[in-house]
């Protein structure tokens, strides 16, 4: 975006004290499917910027970001990593996302105290199952996104098919700001229709001169584009654009500014980080494109008393500041926090509301700057700043933290049920003790991970989204709390439902006992279930008719009726497992006077809803995951195949340069060590991505 003497200088640090203004600050995460290269761009940044003073490789389990040894072993990001960097008299704070489907809790949580997105795309394979995942993460949030395409040094990469797909896939207008010549180790600077090619060791000399006509000439409709985006985002250059006048560059970037910021205009820059092509113009793009904190929306909180209120970023007003993130450090429990209004300081009581509607209130002992895997002690937390907090020993990821006389709560941090489980157990009897500690601190680091207790054998289960994340935990727990574990197959969660409409009645009777100090229990209820459509989840209708006629229910009766109902479809008849898509009706009860209180109505609707779930032909569902599967075509057969057998859904192929795309949908059950299988049929040369689409019955 900027000139020559901008990217070669402009990176070096001025300290702190120069980042003070919110206008000058660009909380940015870096997102993409797994291995498009996001942490190895994030490395080229830190570097060009003078943050890190090398450029550590992910191949080589080198990258600054990437600091856990698990990340550096599987070569992958696991946890999202926090730092900053200097650029042109702004201060990038940026996040750097996993890619993995298993670990896209870390991508939602990050996503919602960020203010813009770099979206890294694969020059060869373009969108991917993850990309669209986190673009509908993106969309969500309403965060303005620039594309990065990345990896145009590879064989089959190329940048106007990767727009195209984007086009295709995503239902957006991409806009080329650079154009890749990986040949020449250059780009096409579109907006100043210039040639800028990088030098140096690490690519970062970068030089400029006008392109040459050659070049220029097959690029120009692209440069039309870019113009028009910039007129459809300003009606004061609409005119001249469509005159055939050539607007200054700094007058398109203020339009493209504001369609970016809008969501209507979707900036794209081709390169190759790991070449150090093309990467000093998209951190331009972060600080000329994408917004600074105030340019964001205020947010909404909610209040004790049910109202809401503004929150607007800055120091006016008590304290909100929301913990995205637990994490524990050293030993230590810390929490991941951005700062929405006023500032924190150590030593500051804050209250917030718990999940189960307790107000908590703590103190903050100490809060930290992070870089990746270090943190540096701070003296403060100021609006718009992303911290680490130590001291706060209840605050989880989604709480508010507030001033004590100002209790409210931001929007919560959805989290998704776990797919799949692990049974467990110490490797030595004796540290059963140690390893339930163990387990409580991964579970309060990870909203995606739970650990339950198979009602049926006493074991202990570890459930996640999938075989690496729980591949991943179960290293931990060696690496950082020295528990050897053994575990079993893993087993996919399941859940049931039912397949025609039931009706059923129940009557509740306990005796009283000799003491006299439990007396008779008695209460009736008819209950009707039916199916609900796939995925609409269970609804509870509680307005009987109460016999004997003019009889009436207490609040307490009524809330007491629906906790039985909802306590039926907790536990299906055939595994146990929760019951989903059932709409329950309760039609009727009958009261017998004292007899019948709160707890003789619950367990007579619990009895009579399971007795109708029974009769409703109970089904049980299993996790479907959306698959794809890219393999060399001469393997396509053989993929096919083995995809049927699995009881896969093959819904599209697609070939592109010698190898194939599958889209289907398959089993979580059938796919249990399908790495190894495709890796065989294809000779090494086969991958897949999943992502869980729905429970379903199979």
């Known amino acids: 975006m900027s000139q020559t003497t901008k990217f070669a200088a402009g990176g070096k640090s001025t300290g702190r ?72 008299e702004h201060l990038l704070q940026v996040v750097d996302t996993p890619g993995h489907v298993d670990f896209t809790i870390e991508v939602e949580r990050s996503m919602r105290v960020l203010d813009g997105v770099i979206l890294v795309l694969d020059g060869v394979r373009g969108v991917e199952p993850q990309t669209e995942t986190v673009w509908r993460q993106r969309c969500r949030f309403g965060l303005p996104v620039i594309f990065f395409i990345n990896k145009m040094d590879r064989p089959g990469a190329d940048f106007l098919r990767s727009l195209a797909h984007v086009r295709e896939r995503l239902g957006i207008e991409p806009v080329a700001m650079t154009v890749p010549l990986v040949d020449q180790a250059a780009v096409v600077d579109l907006l100043h229709k210039r040639l800028l090619t990088f030098g140096g060791e690490q690519g970062e000399r970068v030089t400029s001169k006008p392109c040459p006509a050659e070049i220029w000439a097959p690029l120009a409709g692209l440069r039309e584009s870019l113009l028009l985006a910039a007129a459809d985002a300003d009606e004061t250059l609409a005119d001249r654009v469509l005159a055939g006048d050539e607007p200054e560059p700094a007058e398109l970037i203020a339009a493209l500014r504001k369609g970016t910021l809008a969501g209507r205009i979707f900036p794209c820059f081709g390169g190759s980080a790991l070449r150090n092509l093309g990467v000093q113009p998209v951190m331009d793009a972060a600080v000329d494109l994408l917004p600074a904190p105030l340019d964001r929306p205020p947010a909404r909180a909610q209040l004790p008393d049910g109202g809401s209120e503004e929150v607007v970023l800055g120091a006016k007003g008590p304290l909100a500041a929301l913990v995205f993130k637990v994490q524990m450090w050293d030993g230590r429990r810390h929490c991941f926090t951005r700062v929405y209004r006023n500032r924190l300081l150590p030593g500051d009581k804050v209250s917030f509301l718990a999940a189960d509607g307790r107000v908590v209130t703590e103190q903050v002992a100490r809060i930290f700057d992070t870089d990746a895997g270090r943190k540096t002690k701070l003296d403060e937390a100021d609006a718009g700043q992303i911290v680490l907090l130590a001291g706060l020993r209840h605050a989880s990821t989604g709480d508010t933290l507030c001033a004590p006389e100002h209790v409210l709560s931001l929007e919560r941090i959805e989290t998704r049920q776990p797919v799949l489980s692990l049974a467990i157990e110490p490797a030595a009897g004796t540290l059963e003790d140690k390893l339930l500690e163990a387990l409580d601190k991964v579970e309060q680091e990870d909203p995606t991970l739970k650990v339950a207790e198979d009602p049926e054998t006493g074991q202990r289960l570890l459930k996640g989204m999938g075989e690496l994340h729980l591949q991943i935990v179960l290293e931990r727990l060696e690496r950082e709390f020295g528990l050897r574990v053994r575990s079993g197959r893993p087993a996919v969660a399941l859940r049931e439902t039912i397949t025609r409409s039931a009706a059923a009645e129940a009557l509740y009777t306990r005796p009283p006992t000799p003491d006299g100090k439990h007396p008779e229990l008695t209460a009736w209820a008819a209950v009707s279930v039916k199916p609900r459509p796939r995925g609409d989840g269970n609804r509870i209708d509680c307005d009987p008719r109460v016999r004997p006629e003019g009889a009436e229910l207490l609040p307490e009766q009524v809330a007491a009726l629906r906790d039985g109902l909802a306590a039926a479809l907790a536990s299906g008849p055939l595994h146990g497992a929760p019951v989903e898509d059932c709409a329950v009706v309760l039609e009727q009860v009958e009261l017998f006077g004292a007899a019948t209180n709160a707890e003789a109505l619950a367990a007579a609707a619990a009895k009579a809803a399971r007795r109708a779930v029974d009769e409703a032909r109970p089904a049980v569902l299993r996790p479907v995951m959306q698959v794809e599967v890219v393999v060399p075509e001469d393997n396509l057969g053989s993929v096919l195949g083995d995809i049927q057998q699995r009881r896969g859904e093959i819904q599209a192929t697609a070939i592109r340069d010698a190898s194939v795309t599958i889209d289907c949908e398959v089993p979580l059950e059938a796919l249990l060590g399908y790495t190894t299988d495709l890796r065989s049929l294809t000779q090494g040369r086969g991958q897949f991505s999943m992502q869980f689409l729905r429970f379903d019955v199979v």
């Open 17 to 88: 004290q120069g980042y003070a203004k919110l206008s000058h600050v660009r909380n940015i995460g870096i997102a993409a499917h797994v291995d498009a290269g996001k942490t190895t761009l994030t490395e080229r940044i830190l570097f060009y910027t003078g943050a890190s003073h090398k450029i550590g490789e992910v191949h080589d389990g080198a990258a600054h970001m990437d600091w856990m040894a698990e990340e550096q072993q599987h070569g992958i990001t696991i946890t999202a990593a926090v730092t900053r960097a200097p650029w042109r």
